[in-house]
């Protein structure tokens, strides 16, 4: 099956302008994260979806970013008034379930990473 | 103090050696320990997951954990040259609220050489 998609790959934008990254995650799957990657440092939590409800949003780093995932299937991270700083690669990932059950740790709980949008602020 | 914290390398292995790839994690009450492999240019590869304390085996690879020293490691045997890549140590965020959110280290780059 089709894993996960994202769109644009690349994204170059003026700064001030708006920005909108799609997700599209692997069909079924119940959570979906988004991360930021600087260049040679791992991903960075932003922000956390179980079905179409925003359980996590404190790795947004200011509210000029915003999710939404409102069908719980596609998510758009919003960013406005672009800066230079927010040029990073922005990833999305999916997981089959949303939590744990019982209090034990449910082995697909497991993120699969999309291509990522990179986003360049000029 | 990183809260997940691997050597950024690079560790440089002879072809068919074994590369032994080490991280060490803050947060004590973590549950769920992951290792992905990143080729540069893509995007972060699950290539294992450990949730209990010893070995995991699968193939080439195998995970060690380690709570009570807060260690996590990865072996890869017999290395080949496609296995140059970054890899990246993930632990969950206990205080998540029963998901999994995903601390993920620094990457330690490998290069296995011919």
């Known amino acids: 099956g089709a894993g996960v998609s994202q769109s644009p790959r690349y994204k170059v934008t003026k700064r001030g302008q708006d920005v909108a990254l799609r997700c599209d995650p692997i069909s079924g799957h119940v959570s979906l994260y988004w991360y930021r990657q600087a260049l040679g440092q791992g991903p960075e939590f932003l922000t956390y979806?179980?079905?179409?409800?925003?359980?996590?949003k404190s790795g947004l780093p200011n509210d000029r970013f915003s999710a939404e995932r409102p069908e719980g299937s596609i998510s758009t991270l919003t960013i406005q008034r672009t800066e230079q700083r927010d040029s990073a690669m922005y990833r999305c990932?999916?997981?089959?379930?949303?939590?744990?059950?019982?209090?034990?740790?449910?082995?697909?709980?497991?993120?699969?990473f999309g291509p990522g949008t990179r986003l360049t602020v000029l | 103090q990183k809260e997940v914290e691997q050597n950024s390398g690079p560790l440089s292995v002879p072809e068919g050696a074994i590369a032994s790839l080490n991280c060490t994690y803050s947060?004590?009450?973590?549950?769920?320990f992951f290792w992905y492999r990143q080729y540069s240019g893509k995007s972060p590869e699950l290539i294992m997951s450990?949730?209990?304390?010893g070995d995991k085996e699968d193939g080439r690879f195998t995970a060690q954990l380690n709570k009570a020293s807060q260690y996590v490691s990865l072996l890869i045997r017999d290395s080949q040259p496609s296995d140059s890549a970054t890899y990246l140590c993930a632990v969950n965020s206990y205080f998540s609220g029963g998901y999994n959110k995903l601390i993920f280290g620094a990457g330690t780059r490998l290069a296995v050489h011919p």
């Open positions: 979806f179980n079905y179409e409800a925003q359980q996590d």
């Open positions: 990932a999916s997981t089959k379930t949303g939590g744990l059950a019982g209090g034990g740790v449910r082995l697909d709980n497991e993120q699969f």
């Open positions: 947060d004590r009450v973590s549950q769920s």
């Open positions: 450990i949730y209990s304390n």
